[in-house]
């Protein structure tokens, strides 16, 4: 378990794990990678919201939102914003699954890349914005975790579009055990358990719904998944949970 925790650090972030010896581990622990996601969201969520509050007593709070945007960006290597780049334009540029397949892989971003990354960068900013401080931060820490928890079981109800051979990161993502399981949900709903009340918990069907309109589309279209749709996956059901929360709290 600790070597799958560590190949989930070394993959989703560009903190250099490599360098300390516990951190060596062998490549098939990277195929459990995306089970220990909502661990991970520990960490990227953290960073986010304390970038958030501390950064909020020294600048105007959209500066605040900024910084605390390019904290997780600096953190991640902006891995899942390539993910959702490339997502848009294999969807929108491509009319076959081969072609789909083909332009996700392409490393150049597209004109559907490019308003995917403006629109979801608009809305986050604006959601973070509509919500106080203390209560922006506290969602940080819920939606991450949560929306990696969702976002991880695209391996489950999807088989791998491509083979080993030819993905990007050349990783196929492994199934949990029942110990797995019980870490990833553990990180994924506690946050959701303690720090939003129970009475607006239902917020957490927005990424569920979400992430299941996602595995339908990718159903149709590739009959897969790909690691580019995991990120997109992640992002967008993210972005739903803060509207659901905005939703509720309107409400």
């Not at 970038?51 to 997780?72: D, H």
């Not at 848009?88 to 990354?117: A, N, P, Q, W």
């Not at 919500?131 to 391996?155: F, G, H, M, Q, R």
């Not at 590739?222 to 749709?229: L, M, N, P, R």
Request: aromatic share 14%; proline share 4%.
């Amino acid at each position: 378990m600790i070597k799958d925790i560590a190949a989930a650090l070394q993959f989703f972030t560009r903190l250099p794990f490599y360098k300390l010896k516990i951190f060596n581990v062998p490549a098939e622990h990277f195929k459990q990678a995306i089970n220990y996601w909502p661990v991970i969201g520990w960490l990227t969520a953290g960073v986010m919201s304390m970038t958030l509050w501390f950064s909020s007593y020294i600048f105007p709070y959209p500066i605040a939102i900024i910084l605390a945007i390019l904290s997780r960006l600096l953190l991640t290597g902006a891995l899942h914003e390539d993910g959702l780049s490339d997502f848009f334009d294999g969807l929108g540029g491509g009319t076959t699954r081969e072609r789909v397949l083909e332009i996700m892989k392409d490393s150049h971003i597209g004109t559907y890349g490019v308003l995917s990354h403006i629109i979801y960068f608009l809305l986050l900013f604006q959601c973070l914005s509509a919500l106080p401080i203390e209560t922006a931060a506290l969602a940080i820490l819920v939606a991450d975790p949560l929306a990696k928890l969702i976002s991880s079981y695209i391996n489950k109800v999807l088989p791998y579009a491509r083979t080993e051979e030819t993905s990007k990161a050349k990783v196929v993502y492994g199934k949990m055990s029942v110990s797995t399981f019980i870490i990833a949900h553990l990180f994924g709903l506690l946050p959701l358990i303690l720090l939003i009340p129970y009475a607006i918990w239902w917020v957490a069907l927005f990424p569920i719904l979400t992430f299941l309109l996602i595995a339908v589309i990718l159903k149709r279209r590739i009959q897969g998944y790909t690691g580019d749709c995991c990120g997109a996956s992640f992002l967008l059901c993210e972005i739903s949970i803060y509207l659901g929360i905005l939703l509720a709290l309107n409400i």
